[in-house]
């Protein structure tokens, strides 16, 4: 397991905030989108939503593009390299509860 797989363990199934982080994810996966487009798609709280596009952004799971409110958050390289593991994460975390 290499250090990107671990850091996901930790993001999508080992800690509070997994199951938001993941609707963003896959929410920008289907379509680049900015906080604010992302908080009314997801029908979440933009503080919220801006919380966990910081922790994915940190972690080198999502980049953006722009200034202040229009940024625009898209997957990361890595994060699109590692996508079939995000999967079997969060198909083991689910089997678990």
């Not at 029908?43 to 625009?72: F, M, P, W």
């Amino acid at each position: 397991m290499d250090s990107f797989e671990r850091l996901l363990w930790w993001l999508f199934a080992g800690s509070v905030g997994a199951r938001t982080r993941s609707l963003v994810l896959f929410s920008l996966r289907d379509q680049p989108k900015n906080a604010q487009q992302l908080s009314q798609s997801l029908h979440l709280d933009y503080t919220t939503v801006r919380h966990h596009l910081k922790v994915l952004e940190t972690n080198k799971v999502v980049v953006a593009e722009g200034d202040k409110y229009g940024r625009i958050y898209f997957v990361s390289e890595i994060m699109e390299s590692h996508w079939t593991m995000l999967e079997e994460i969060l198909k083991r975390s689910r089997g678990k509860k």
